[in-house]
């Protein structure tokens, strides 16, 4: 991503001095903060509108489970949309009530009208949920959450995206290198920037967002040992909060991130910015879907011409940029 290294200094890593290793990730991180905040000048704003004001696509879901007697009779949070060349992709949770969850898969030619794969579910060997997949020379990398029984982030790895093989939990550690505390973890969101992997997290049922770092997919290191992101204090999120996805966009990092608040039990939709991955400003106007409307595990996906939103959580809608209402109609 970044073209050139510039020195700099960033007072947010000073705890990170405990290993070399640590030390090595720390500036990993200051060197993509520096070439965003050359880059700060060119946004237009903090929040442009292409990412925050949406309209419905007219004929949603376009996606749900199928209803009592299958196994995927309802599908559940987070699912994860790649578009390659000119085939939407999308792994989801399907499951029965009270039963496993387990992993699906269907394709799109417009990300309208799907298609589930003739062999679904493609993965039921452990329980899958709330996943992401990330495409990094040539092999597609899973990581989701498992049961809610103690910390269980789980990574698999795929060479076509649907013959899949776990390779074990995620060996998350503290600044000074001991295991973060045993609690539940999950909704991880990660991507990948100058060989240096990063991971968003949830513990303790979505009760802040942490940030640790990887060089090899096996041992992740906190970037600092207090959340980057809490709850509130806003009415949409004030009581749990946790990321489904990370972009860069005219030299900023955002975040969507589904909140509970003072909203009824409905979740919401809604985006923060930050500069360095340390310090996030949520949007004044979150949420960016209306609360009635219960939409959570909301992600980007471009289709070519632009963004759309497709929220997951317990159909699949997609939205649109409001100023592009008039591709909105299939």
Same mark, same amino acid.
């Given at each position: 991503?970044?073209?050139?290294?510039?020195?700099?200094?960033? *007072?947010? /890593?000073?705890?990170?001095? *405990?290993?070399? $290793?640590?030390?090595?990730?720390?500036?990993?991180? +200051? @060197?993509? +903060?520096?070439?965003?905040?050359?880059?700060?000048?060119?946004?237009?704003?903090?929040?442009?509108?292409?990412?925050?004001?949406? @309209?419905? #696509?007219?004929?949603?879901?376009?996606?749900?489970?199928?209803?009592?007697?299958?196994?995927?009779?309802?599908?559940?949070?987070?699912?994860?949309?790649?578009?390659?060349?000119? &085939?939407?992709?999308?792994?989801?949770?399907?499951?029965?009530?009270?039963?496993?969850?387990?992993?699906?898969? $269907?394709?799109?030619?417009?990300?309208?009208? !799907?298609?589930?794969?003739?062999?679904?579910?493609?993965?039921?060997?452990?329980?899958?949920?709330?996943?992401?997949?990330?495409? *990094?020379?040539?092999? /597609? =990398?899973?990581?989701?959450?498992?049961?809610?029984?103690?910390?269980?982030?789980?990574? &698999?790895?795929?060479?076509?995206?649907?013959?899949? $093989?776990?390779?074990?939990?995620?060996?998350?550690?503290?600044?000074?290198?001991?295991?973060?505390?045993?609690? !539940?973890?999950?909704?991880?969101?990660?991507?990948?920037?100058?060989?240096? !992997? /990063?991971? &968003?997290?949830?513990? %303790? %049922?979505?009760?802040?967002?942490?940030?640790?770092?990887?060089?090899?997919?096996?041992?992740?290191?906190?970037?600092?040992?207090?959340?980057?992101?809490?709850?509130?204090?806003?009415?949409?999120?004030?009581?749990?909060? +946790? @990321?489904?996805?990370?972009?860069?966009?005219?030299?900023? =990092? #955002?975040?969507? #991130? *589904?909140?509970?608040?003072?909203?009824?039990?409905?979740?919401?939709?809604?985006?923060?910015?930050?500069?360095?991955?340390?310090?996030?400003?949520?949007?004044?106007?979150?949420?960016?879907?209306?609360?009635?409307?219960?939409?959570?595990?909301?992600?980007?996906?471009?289709?070519?011409?632009? /963004?759309? &939103?497709?929220?997951?959580?317990?159909?699949?809608?997609?939205?649109?940029?409001?100023?592009?209402?008039?591709? @909105?109609?299939?």
């Amino acid at each position: 991503m970044l073209k050139r290294i510039r020195v700099v200094t960033i *007072h947010a /890593y000073a705890l990170i001095t *405990h290993s070399f $290793a640590s030390l090595c990730i720390a500036a990993a991180i +200051a @060197v993509e +903060a520096a070439g965003l905040s050359g880059r700060t000048a060119l946004a237009d704003d903090e929040f442009p509108r292409e990412l925050v004001d949406f @309209v419905p #696509y007219e004929k949603n879901p376009v996606f749900s489970g199928r209803g009592e007697g299958h196994w995927d009779a309802k599908i559940n949070e987070r699912g994860w949309i790649l578009r390659e060349d000119d &085939l939407y992709r999308m792994w989801y949770t399907g499951y029965k009530p009270e039963g496993a969850m387990k992993l699906g898969y $269907a394709t799109s030619p417009d990300g309208f009208t !799907w298609t589930r794969h003739r062999d679904n579910p493609i993965y039921d060997q452990h329980w899958i949920e709330d996943m992401i997949v990330v495409k *990094h020379d040539g092999t /597609y =990398y899973m990581f989701t959450e498992g049961p809610v029984k103690g910390l269980r982030i789980d990574l &698999l790895t795929s060479a076509d995206g649907i013959h899949w $093989a776990r390779q074990g939990r995620l060996d998350i550690r503290l600044t000074t290198g001991e295991p973060i505390r045993e609690v !539940w973890a999950g909704t991880p969101t990660v991507w990948i920037s100058e060989g240096v !992997w /990063y991971l &968003l997290y949830e513990l %303790n %049922n979505d009760e802040a967002i942490w940030l640790a770092t990887s060089s090899d997919l096996k041992v992740w290191t906190n970037v600092q040992d207090e959340p980057v992101m809490r709850p509130g204090p806003g009415f949409y999120d004030k009581k749990w909060i +946790a @990321v489904n996805q990370f972009i860069t966009y005219k030299g900023r =990092y #955002y975040i969507y #991130y *589904h909140g509970l608040g003072d909203t009824d039990g409905k979740w919401t939709t809604n985006i923060a910015m930050s500069t360095d991955l340390i310090h996030w400003k949520k949007y004044p106007n979150n949420p960016l879907l209306p609360v009635e409307s219960n939409s959570s595990s909301g992600i980007l996906v471009h289709d070519g011409k632009q /963004y759309r &939103l497709y929220v997951m959580h317990d159909q699949v809608h997609v939205y649109f940029p409001s100023d592009k209402k008039k591709r @909105v109609t299939k």
